[in-house]
């Protein structure tokens, strides 16, 4: 049984090619790996939503997922949607609605509206609460981020 597998993906638009071990967690793969530290670790038992990915479009845990289970697939973290000088209409949407305080949730957040979005374009309110209630926020009151996202779905 081997210990260790070859992959390859594409990481925020790049190939990649890497060695990992069996064990290895998508979000160590990330974050120790490859120093995207956008990727939050919080619960580490998929209750929180701050680890976050998409994984070919998906919203996905990375602290439950094995990182040899990316191999082949195309993974987006915070850092390949958009940076500062090229915000992501979602990013956009939350900082100009004051869509987050201490930022801990809101890659996540944000990535997992990313998906929403893309999948059904004017999500009434109800499906936004729905579609992000496996993202916990600690500050927000979750308020202004379902008015972020439905700013996004007005457009
Ligand atoms: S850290 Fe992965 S869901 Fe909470
Ligand atoms: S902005 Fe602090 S946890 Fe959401």
Do not use: W
Request: with cysteine; net charge negative; hydrophobic share 40%.
């Amino acid at each position: 049984m081997p210990t260790s597998h070859k992959i390859s993906l594409n990481l925020n638009g790049n190939p990649v090619e890497a060695t990992v071990a069996s064990h290895t967690l998508l979000i160590d793969f990330l974050r120790d790996g490859h120093a995207l530290h956008g990727v939050k670790r919080s619960c580490e038992m998929q209750v929180c939503g701050a680890c976050t990915v998409l994984v070919d479009g998906r919203p996905v845990s990375s602290c439950t997922m094995l990182a040899v289970d990316a191999d082949a697939a195309a993974v987006v973290t915070i850092e390949g949607l958009g940076g500062p000088d090229d915000l992501d209409p979602v990013q956009a949407a939350f900082l100009e609605h004051g869509a987050l305080q201490c930022g801990f949730c809101t890659p996540g957040m944000i990535l997992a509206a990313k998906a929403l979005l893309a999948s059904d374009p004017r999500p009434k309110r109800a499906e936004i609460e729905h579609h992000l209630n496996g993202n916990i926020c600690r500050c927000t009151g979750y308020q202004k981020i379902i008015e972020a996202v439905e700013s996004l779905a007005r457009t």
